[in-house]
């Protein structure tokens, strides 16, 4: 880390977080029940939008949910992942293997054929983000909408998301320069409940990590298991549960996991081997000792601070009429 401080890309990725924490104090502009007139069914077609194309693929809601926080962590939560184009945001490595575009883009073709140039694809995002959690048998809870949409998306622009490898104080420097705490920063993650990694992200811990073994916080007994999922030199793209045990259904398992030796991230594996991460874990597992966090509880209170980094309302942005393009 040490390097990084010496390093200009630092200091600029730094100052932009910084900019985007101020706007996050700026947002004050949304509001739970924004389209109540103007377009009553907004929240309703989304869910049922959501929930058609989960029950044909469920894999949709861990990867809408995912799709959200990239979002409003680069320009804020503004829509700018969902720009087609070359060197756009969607064409970013961490945002490669983001799955749901087209659930935005069902949702926003019936909204606008509903109630059209009203509804903003920032909020259409949100939204679904929340219904990916409640069928996944997760809390439900009231999103502050009047997004609107932004029109800059640059892939450059994501080197400030958190990284897979990405030690504990780099990620609190990365979460609090928008507002969010070390709880928020464990909360957030522990969305990592539901979805899956490809083996490309993480298999580098099973062999040669440490004089030629496995990463030693992986528990002993369960690297076998991974070896035999992620074979050395086999298929990177193949997919994992992230939540070993448990990766479509939205509990505090992933945490039981952390705690076990058996999370599939080293930047998950590092909510419980580091001490100001492991509080967390242990509160939202409710362990003797510790005072309880009711997980989806402070999950929901989390995303509604993370959606609101950098919204634009009122005059700012624009109300796109095609998600993956700009007006």
């Known amino acids: 880390m040490k390097g990084a401080y010496t390093n200009p890309r630092f200091f600029l990725a730094m100052t932009f977080m910084l900019a985007m924490a101020a706007?996050?104090?700026?947002?004050?502009?949304?509001?739970?029940?924004?389209?109540?007139?103007?377009?009553?069914?907004?929240?309703?077609?989304?869910?049922?939008?959501?929930?058609?194309?989960?029950?044909?693929?469920?894999?949709?809601?861990?990867?809408?949910?995912?799709?959200?926080?990239?979002?409003?962590?680069?320009?804020?939560?503004?829509?700018s992942i969902l720009i087609d184009g070359p060197n756009t945001e969607k064409t970013a490595p961490p945002n490669r293997l983001l799955r749901g575009y087209e659930v935005i883009d069902d949702a926003k073709t019936q909204l606008e054929a509903?109630?059209?140039?009203?509804?903003?694809?920032?909020?259409?995002?949100?939204?679904?983000?929340?219904?990916?959690?409640?069928?996944?048998?997760?809390?439900?809870?009231?999103?502050?909408?009047?997004?609107?949409?932004?029109?800059?998306?640059?892939?450059?622009?994501?080197?400030?998301?958190?990284?897979?490898?990405?030690?504990?104080?780099?990620?609190?420097?990365?979460?609090?320069?928008?507002?969010?705490n070390t709880q928020d920063l464990v909360a957030l993650v522990g969305g990592h409940t539901i979805g899956t990694s490809a083996c490309q992200l993480f298999s580098y811990r099973l062999y040669?990590?440490?004089?030629?073994?496995?990463?030693?916080?992986?528990?002993?007994?369960?690297?076998?298991q991974l070896q035999a999922l992620c074979p050395q030199n086999g298929d990177g793209s193949r997919r994992i549960d992230l939540d070993t045990g448990s990766g479509n259904r939205f509990d505090t398992s992933f945490f039981a996991n952390l705690r076990n030796g058996r999370g599939i991230l080293e930047s998950d594996q590092k909510l419980w081997t580091d001490p100001s991460t492991r509080t967390f874990v242990q509160r939202f597992l409710g362990e003797r000792g510790s005072r309880p966090l009711n997980f989806n509880v402070e999950f929901a209170r989390s995303m509604v601070k993370m959606s609101n980094i950098g919204v634009k309302t009122g005059t700012n942005g624009e109300i796109r009429r095609i998600c993956s393009a700009i007006n």
């Open 114 to 180: 509903s109630c059209p140039g009203v509804v903003s694809c920032a909020d259409i995002l949100t939204l679904a983000a929340r219904d990916s959690v409640f069928l996944t048998r997760g809390i439900n809870w009231a999103v502050p909408t009047g997004r609107r949409d932004g029109r800059v998306s640059l892939a450059s622009d994501t080197t400030i998301l958190p990284g897979f490898r990405e030690s504990i104080d780099s990620q609190k420097q990365k979460f609090a320069a928008f507002g969010l």
């Open 23 to 79: 706007a996050l104090v700026q947002a004050q502009g949304t509001r739970v029940g924004f389209y109540a007139r103007t377009c009553p069914r907004a929240e309703s077609i989304v869910r049922s939008t959501v929930q058609s194309h989960f029950r044909s693929n469920p894999n949709i809601a861990p990867g809408l949910l995912r799709m959200h926080f990239h979002d409003c962590f680069v320009q804020g939560c503004d829509a």
């Open 208 to 224: 040669n990590f440490t004089n030629g073994g496995p990463d030693p916080t992986i528990n002993s007994a369960f690297v076998p």
